[in-house]
T-cell receptor
């Protein structure tokens, strides 16, 4: 079956602009995660959705970052007033949350964001 | 706070030269430990999940083992196509499903 997909694959924007990054999880996966990865680092947690609601948004760095998942499937990560420090790879992952099922996350290819 | 430390940061091997990557972790209670492979410009690709000390899993030239403090990813007779960054992550008990990732080990296998 299809894996996690993310669009766009690359995004170049100017400082101060607004960007939206999209994630389409594996069909049937109820949990969805957003991470940010800088060069030479492991993925850093941003926000976790269980269904339509944000179950944990403790990783969002500030109020410029916001994410939604209105129908419990596709999610959009929104960044307002982008800063050069926001440049990174934004990864999305999904997992099944059936009781007793292993909590393995499957990642998408990422969106490479460059803020000039 | 959960911590994951991977070593070495980088490893160069000759084709056929077996070695091991280390993932040391500190967590109040372990729900699961995950190994991923990440190729340049790609997202992490799931390899293994380990749940309890003494558990081992194998896939082709890779074998993952787990103790109460660390996990090893053993690579037997590696090939150039095994070159990638290998990431370790731990998931703690207690309700949160958020894994903590290490920085990864960058492996290069020379032909």
């Amino acid at each position: 079956g299809a894996g996690v997909s993310q669009t766009p694959s690359n995004k170049v924007t100017e400082k101060g602009k607004y960007v939206e990054l999209r994630c389409d999880p594996i069909s049937g996966h109820t949990a969805l995660y957003w991470y940010r990865q800088s060069l030479g680092q492991g993925p850093e947690f941003l926000i976790y959705f269980q269904g339509t609601g944000a179950a944990d948004d403790s990783g969002l760095p500030n109020d410029r970052f916001f994410a939604v998942r209105p129908e419990g499937s596709v999610s959009t990560l929104k960044i307002q007033r982008t800063e050069r420090g926001d440049s990174a790879v934004y990864l999305c992952a999904s997992s099944r949350r059936d009781r007793g099922y292993q909590e393995t996350q499957y990642f998408g290819p990422g969106t490479r964001l460059l803020v000039l | 706070e959960d911590q994951v430390t991977q070593s070495p940061e980088a490893l160069r091997l000759q084709e056929g030269e077996s070695s091991s990557l280390n993932c040391s972790y500190t967590v109040s209670g372990l729900r699961g430990l995950f190994w991923y492979r990440q190729d340049p410009g790609k997202g992490p690709e799931f390899l293994f999940t380990l749940y309890s000390a003494g558990e081992e899993k194998e896939k082709e030239r890779l074998k993952a083992t787990l103790t109460k403090k660390e996990s090893f990813l053993h690579i037997t007779a590696p090939k150039p196509e095994d070159s990638a960054t290998y990431l370790c992550a731990v998931q703690a008990t207690g309700g949160s499903y958020i894994p903590t990732f290490g920085r990864g080990t960058s492996l290069i296998v020379h032909p």
